[in-house]
């Protein structure tokens, strides 16, 4: 009893205190363990993508400190106090102004930093590649994601339903995501957990993501899309296996049908919060949407209508009949589907 | 745009609704109020501004002169000079446009206290201002004024074009001050990306305001571009060869050459989303077979390259700036030339790192980040060579000195974040974060911003006879490094930390202390603007006693400080002869500086046109016109400019000749000063003593 109260006001005391250790020392430290508040930052890394991200950030931004920053910053101070103008003891050389062995080491000092990073590139934009598959030994979990205007609709084709606000997934197993875009151009990101990828209308863009453990993440839009974007936050949640099971019957048994009056609904421009205000049976407690009876072709009908410039009627998962000029075999797809 | 639409519509879209109040008055919240009450003060200080200036010009009777002197010259150094006014006051309303954005987001968390969509027009004007009127116009400006004298011409290759760029720029210019008063700016950002910014999202005036606004500058640019190329390949003094040319001419050169090709990306862009949006074509909409993703590529095959338009230049004053006050040559001329032209090949190679986050595959993003690293080596290489100047020099630390050593500092933590974004698989973390912001700022402010300062004070005393207080500009030097460290370095830590750029608020009660610190930065920098002011006023007070008439107050290097302060119009009595890198070191050296030629000729110099104005006037109404939609204007607007063009085809006698007499009467002046005046040694260089004559030989030696 005693101890709880004391670990409590120590939480109390640490979650005061962090705001100033924000401004001391910056993101690396703060970053460590703040309970509750979701993570945002990738050097506080929930998955294994953010951690590499993380690594690859530190060993370049190391490689560089001591190989560029250093240098310059010890040289040019005792530079320009050696060759001041008051110094009338130091070499003056007013015409001096070429040395062969020094401008093979000015080249070659650059050219050798830009080969070792030039590897890390190499060797971590395919290792990080967002469309490359994680490696597990379970399915991935399957997610479609469409922007619209100033939420994220997530859509689980596999189990009917779809949410927004609240992106869930199981702990431990990779989620693979395809994206679009209903509407501007966006930018989905879950710091914590890896890389940004933009989801543009009548495209599909791909995205490959793991927690590693159970948490919550900062999920957002990076790409301004008007005035509500700095509204269109989302949390990530990454559960137990068995929690995730258990939530995704939830949604199933108290989320709203989604039908084509309620897609039209989440289309209009709005946030979160106005969506929840238009559409009170789907708010759940969490301050989300939750949806269910999503048919499996919704995302691809949302992607074609996008390219057409229709409407989507989810349902049947085609565009309706009065579709004006329509460009079929034009979906901007990359790699393979 | 049928024949009623004009009778019903004759101002097209304009309205009392378009004043900046008119929100305010009709639904008073505080919120509106709050926002109505800015953008009015905002429209305000630009009407009153231009009502002031007017004001001034006629209490002074200064119409003629500013026609007849300015306006309407041809004459590269006038024309440099205006250029670096629109630059100096379109700083002045982007800066306080950036200690407001400053503000919100130190009251950032859960809102803010500017709409959304304020603030967006904020970062919009900020960033288009920034780079399309600010830094471009600074740059051009020095180049013209500088250029043509360190390789001893006369003029530009096209004087008469150069005054119709500077008219088109300022047209640019006078649209977003426009924009300030009328309607709204655009909410879609410097680079305005589709679909955002097409008529469905976007149907307001703003972006048709930000479109011709860029089109009338890129156009200008384009021009310069071409003027600027032509005049350093054909223009030179006799014995000037390529590999003589000051570095600052060879940075010029590049950037001209930049222009001529990253320029046509961009005009075809707006022009494209202009179809899109007054017409219904379909380039960049999400539907019926356009491509938004088009835009992006076209932008930024523009964007990129501009980013060494802006930068290299500036670089080129630091060049000079370095040697200069280091009093000796520049260290590695060959490999800095080398270096120049390789970042300028290579700028259009890496466009695609602005998107690594667009999808490409892994092969696609390698090649461009390794391309965007390439970079790094001739930037390295130049950083070098500059520390190389500086030793075995005798390093003066006057106001340019400040700049170009806190720019290469600072340079160097925004060259190592930069090489952090073209690693793909971090700039998926960092990309779209102030970050990003951090970086870029990083980069433009130390790297162009202060060159231009720096190139400002360097050679405002070749155009004005005196020299600037260096109290005041050491000070203001000071306040803009540690202003731009304190407004910048925790938008890294924040954007690390997940924030998004031109979020106008923000959840996380974590971000605020290191947004107030930004902040603080911000009014650092505001001083360092104030200090600018300040310290221009001072000098021109005490102007009597730091005059420096015979026009070399720093033992300059090359032909522009061969000249009387300020240079006659047409800069040399005779086109002088170039043996060597440093012309002008070598000429004192050898004791040839100053001295009467064999004979005076008559000179043949362009003479006056209107056409820049005009055109500039013509140019500004056009577009006003296509932004409102007041199509009988629209068409009237393009008749004149093209009447205008046609009968300028006509125009004869565009020269006027100085005389052989003047000419000689003008330089035996310059000669007649030199004889009287003490040649001074760099130890009374801030001395009322110096007035540009500089003493040679060695150094004097204390022991």
Known sequence: MKVSRIMAAWRHWVGKASNARYALFGAALLLSGCSGAPHFSFLDPQGPVANAERWHFYIVLGIMAVLVAAPIFLVMPFVLWRYRYGNKRARYAPKWKFSRLIEIFTWAGPVIIVCILGFFVWRDAHRLDPYKPLPSDQPALQVQVIGYDWKWLFIYPKLGIATIGTLGMPAGRPVSMHLTSATVMQSFFIPSLGSQIYAMGGMVTQLNLEASRPGTFLGENTMYSGKGFHKQKFTAVALAPDDFKAWVKKVRNTGMTLDGDVLKTIAERGTLAQLITDLPPAASHDGSVYLTGVTPTLFRAVVKSTMRGTRVVPGNGSTPAHATTTRPSLTKTRGKP | ?703
């Open chain 2, 1 to 703: 745009m049928s024949a009623i639409d004009i009778i019903e519509h004759p101002l097209g879209r304009l309205s009392l609704e378009s004043l900046p109040f008119y929100k305010m008055s009709q639904d008073p919240t505080l919120q509106n109020l709050i926002n109505g009450s800015i953008a009015g003060t905002a429209a305000l200080i630009a009407v009153g501004g231009a009502v002031i200036v007017a004001g001034l010009i006629t209490y002074f009777h200064g119409w003629r002169t500013l026609w007849s002197d300015w306006l309407t010259s041809t004459d590269h150094k006038k024309i440099g000079i205006m250029y670096v006014v629109i630059a100096f006051v379109m700083m002045a309303r982007a800066l306080i446009e950036a200690m407001l954005m400053r503000a919100q987001q130190a009251w950032g968390l859960g809102g803010g206290f500017l709409s959304p969509d304020h603030f967006a027009e904020l970062f919009s004007t900020h960033g288009t201002i920034m780079i399309f009127f600010m830094a471009m116009p600074f740059l051009t400006g020095l180049i013209n004024y500088v250029m043509p004298m360190q390789i001893g011409a006369r003029d530009v290759s096209f004087p008469t074009l150069n005054s119709v760029s500077l008219g088109l720029t300022a047209a640019g210019a006078a649209l977003i001050m426009v924009s300030l008063v009328l309607g709204s700016f655009s909410t879609g950002g410097w680079f305005g990306y589709p679909p955002y910014t097409e008529m469905a999202y976007s149907p307001g005036v703003g972006v048709d305001y930000w479109i011709w606004a860029l089109s009338l500058s890129s156009l200008g640019s384009t021009f310069t571009g071409i003027n600027f190329a032509v005049t350093i390949y054909k223009e030179r003094a006799p014995g000037m060869k390529l590999m003589r040319m000051p570095l600052f001419t060879w940075t010029a050169l590049c950037a001209a050459i930049l222009m001529i090709f990253a320029m046509p990306p961009l005009t075809v862009a707006t022009a494209q989303l202009a179809l899109d949006r007054y017409l219904g074509f379909h380039y960049f909409t999400n539907a019926l077979g356009g491509d938004p993703m088009h835009f992006v590529n076209l932008f930024w095959m523009f964007g990129h390259p501009e980013v060494y338009i802006i930068i290299l230049p500036a670089w080129g004053v630091y060049s000079e700036v370095i040697s200069t006050y280091s009093g000796k040559a520049l260290f590695g001329y060959r490999s800095l030339v080398w270096a120049t032209m390789a970042i300028s090949v290579l700028s259009f190679t890496v466009w695609l790192h602005h998107f690594f986050t667009m999808g490409q595959n892994a092969n696609i993003n390698a090649v461009f980040g390794i391309a965007s690293m390439l970079i790094g080596i001739p930037t390295g290489v130049k950083i070098y060579d500059w520390i190389w100047t500086m030793v075995r020099g005798r390093v003066r630390m006057t106001t340019p000195m400040v700049y170009s050593i806190g720019f290469i500092l600072l340079f160097v933590l925004g060259g190592m974040t930069g090489i952090l974004l073209a690693n793909p698989s971090i700039d998926y973390q960092v990309h779209n974060t102030v970050f990003l912001v951090a970086h870029f700022h990083n980069v433009a402010v130390p790297g162009v911003l202060f060159g231009m300062l720096a190139g400002y004070h360097f050679w405002f005393p070749k155009a004005f006879g005196f020299r600037l207080n260096e109290r005041w500009g050491i000070f203001s030097a000071l306040c803009w490094i540690i202003g731009f460290m304190l407004a910048f370095f925790p938008l890294y830590v924040l954007g690390i930390m997940g924030l998004p750029r031109r979020s106008a608020g923000y959840q996380q009660a974590a971000y605020v202390p290191l947004e107030m610190v930004a902040f603080a930065g911000a009014l650092v920098i505001g001083v360092a603007l104030l200090a600018l002011v300040i310290q221009l006023l001072v000098s021109i007070r005490d102007r009597e006693q730091n005059r420096s008439p015979v026009g070399d107050p720093w033992d300059g290097r090359s032909l522009e400080w061969s000249t009387a302060s300020p240079p006659p119009e047409h800069n040399f009595p005779v086109i002088p002869e170039v043996t060597n890198l440093d012309a002008f070191t070598v000429a004192k050296e050898c004791g040839e500086a100053y001295q009467e030629p064999d004979e005076y000729v008559d000179i043949t110099m362009p003479r006056n046109s209107i056409l820049g104005p005009v055109l500039g006037i013509f140019g500004f109404v056009l577009a006003f016109a296509l932004v409102w939609r007041i199509w009988w204007l629209v068409i009237l607007a393009t008749l004149a400019t093209f009447v205008t063009i046609i009968v300028r085809g006509f125009a004869r006698d565009l020269t006027e000749t100085v005389s052989a007499d003047d000419a000689r009467r003008e330089h035996q002046r310059l000669l007649e000063r030199v004889r009287i005046s003490p040649a001074i040694s760099r130890d009374d260089e801030r001395a009322p003593v110096n007035v540009g004559l500089a003493k040679q030989g060695p150094a004097k030696v204390v022991s």
